[in-house]
């Protein structure tokens, strides 16, 4: 079992940034991948990006290549969000997640393999 708790959400005006965290506990922070997902209201919940175990492959929905970046540190169980140049669409609840697996490549996860979840942090954009 792995326990999750974002923080770094705000309201930031258009083409501000935030960088939002992830503390993992429980299971081996190591032995797994993280992502991040989105929820705005009236909307399903979305993938933005997941990171491998070790770091060292990411992936990213398109809507936020170039501008948001993914990483994580072992050391401190802990996984990030670097959200720049924000618009007003990116605003929504921002839950990071588990995927359980020793994968050499970060993957695209649908939110029903999700194998953890955060409670989620509110990123509002403002324009």
């Known amino acids: 079992q792995v326990q999750l708790v974002e923080s770094g959400g705000g309201l930031v005006q258009a083409g501000g940034s935030l960088r939002l965290s992830c503390a993992a506990s429980?299971?081996?922070?190591?032995?797994?991948?993280m992502a991040w997902f989105r929820q705005a209201p009236g909307t399903e919940r979305e993938f933005v990006t997941a990171i491998n175990w070790s770091g060292d492959s990411t992936i990213y929905v398109d809507s936020v290549k170039g501008r948001f970046t993914i990483s994580r540190d072992n050391a401190k169980n802990m996984v990030y969000l670097q959200m720049n140049s924000l618009k007003p669409e990116d605003t929504a609840v921002y839950y990071c997640?588990?995927?359980?697996?020793?994968?050499?490549?970060?993957?695209?996860?649908?939110?029903?393999?999700?194998?953890?979840w955060g409670q989620g942090t509110q990123v509002t954009v403002s324009s």
């Open positions: 997640a588990a995927d359980f697996g020793r994968r050499t490549l970060a993957r695209t996860i649908p939110p029903r393999q999700a194998d953890s």
């Open positions: 429980g299971r081996t922070f190591s032995s797994y991948g």
